[in-house]
Nanobody, 127 residues
Framework: VQLQASGGGLVQAGGSLRLACAAS????????MGWFRQAPGKEREILAT????????YYADSVKGRFTISRGNAKNTVYLQMNSLKPDDTAVYSC?????????????????????WGQGTLVTVSS
């Protein structure tokens, strides 16, 4: 499974960005998906996850109320709408996936639950 994140860039504090991620390779399988980020010198942080059906979502406290995860119409695509961005949100953002058809309503809570990872996209928030 290959995951490709896109949509990063430079934005001013208070601005918004929308990231997209598409999984390809195993088209017969559907995945629960999630977004993570890693800032320089820091560990990777889970941000948001979504179940295969899209009916359950998990958000880290650091982004709750500002970021929204959603599934796209295309199979195994996911978006992250990021509003009210802060300089502390500067990081490389990446998406991840795990087979979701065992429990279609489950949204993962931990990094260790994910099996597939994509290359990240850089988000830089200027003050």
């Amino acid at each position: 499974v290959q995951l490709q994140a896109s949509g990063g860039g430079l934005v001013q504090a208070g601005g918004s960005l929308r990231l997209a991620c598409a999984a390809s390779g195993s088209t017969s399988i559907s995945y629960a998906m999630g977004w993570f980020r890693q800032a320089p010198g820091k560990e990777r942080e889970i941000l948001a996850t979504i179940s295969l059906r899209g009916d359950n979502k998990y958000y880290a406290d650091s982004v709750k109320g500002r970021f929204t995860i959603s599934r796209g119409n295309a199979k195994n695509t996911v978006y992250l709408q990021m509003n009210s961005l802060k300089p502390d949100d500067t990081a490389v953002y990446s998406c991840a996936a795990v087979r979701g058809d065992i429990n279609v309503h489950y949204s993962p809570r931990k990094e260790s639950e994910f099996d597939y990872w994509g290359q990240g996209t850089l988000v830089t928030v200027s003050s």
